[in-house]
Each structure stands twice: as structure tokens, then as C-alpha cells.
């Protein structure tokens, strides 16, 4: 398991994820999702934790809803990542890369997980 992020580069224009469909999305990849909405801190505002193939995963939102952290397998990773930029307005950049940044990635509107990875191994 590795960690991973996706946020935004640059100003958010007042944009935020909307928790509730990442919830939906989260909810209809994995089962018994258990939700912490207690503040943490800055980084871990809001927290989903669930059971995947490979074993447990977390994913958890910043404070100001534009980063998300996700301590997950790389191919859960990378889908949970391609559902944040789909709830992104069109045109607002996204990066996704791991906690070295031993890669970063633009995320394009239109991508795919197997176009992500790809773009993750060329990096």
C-alpha cells in the first residue's frame, strides 16, 4: 500500500468537492465504508475508511475540500483519483502523484484509470 494524493494546482475559484458524491462513489466501489467526519486537522478533515481487495484503505479530505489523500493500493488510488477530477468543474487543474512525488501527474477531464497509469509509469 502506498500513499497518494490528488489536489488542485492552483486557485480553486471557490470550488470544493462535494462530499456527499464522493461519498456515493465511495460507497458503490467498496462496502462498509465507515465515515469520520471529526476534524482531525487541517490535512484530515473528513475521512472514509473501507475494505478493499487487497485489504484495508483510507481516504481523507483537507480541510478546504481541494486535496485528497489517499492511503490506498495504486489501482484503487488511481480510481479514486479519476472520481475527484470527475467531480472537478471542467478546466480546473488537478495533480495526482505519491507522498515522494517520485511522480506527478496532470489529471485531463477526459481520463481513464488505464490512461492515469500509463501516464504514471512514464512519469
Not at 55 to 69: I, S
Request: glycine fraction near 8%.
Amino acid at each position: 500500500m502506498a500513499k497518494f494524493m490528488v489536489f488542485v494546482e492552483g486557485e480553486a475559484d471557490g470550488w470544493r468537492v462535494d462530499r456527499e458524491a464522493l461519498t456515493v462513489a465511495i460507497r458503490g466501489r467498496w462496502v462498509g465504508v465507515e465515515i469520520d467526519s471529526t476534524h482531525h486537522s487541517e490535512a484530515r478533515s473528513f475521512c472514509w475508511a473501507f475494505e478493499t481487495e487487497d485489504g484495508p484503505g483510507e481516504a481523507y479530505l483537507h480541510e478546504d475540500g481541494t486535496c485528497l489523500y489517499l492511503d490506498l493500493w495504486q489501482d484503487d488510488a488511481v480510481w479514486l483519483a479519476v472520481v475527484f477530477h470527475r467531480l472537478a468543474p471542467a478546466g480546473l487543474d488537478l495533480v495526482f502523484c505519491d507522498e515522494g512525488y517520485n511522480f506527478d501527474v496532470r489529471l485531463r477531464s477526459e481520463a481513464t484509470d488505464a490512461e492515469l497509469i500509463k501516464l504514471m509509469t512514464e512519469a
